[in-house]
């Protein structure tokens, strides 16, 4: 589990905003994007390349 403090200063780094965690918490969801990042071994993997979209187009 990320500490709260880690989580309320992480930002989606394409647009900036906050991101939450998933309904499994094992990613971190951008709202904005519909982008999820995923985290592996506790540590968010904030890299544009390595998050999967939540839209199927």
Request: glycine share 2%.
């Amino acid at each position: 589990m990320i500490d709260q403090a880690l989580l309320d200063i992480l930002a989606c780094p394409k647009c900036k905003k906050s991101v939450q965690y998933n309904d499994d918490k094992t990613g971190l969801v951008c709202n904005s994007c519909q982008l999820e990042y995923p985290i592996r071994d506790d540590i968010p993997v904030m890299l544009i390349d390595e998050a999967t979209s939540l839209t199927n187009t």
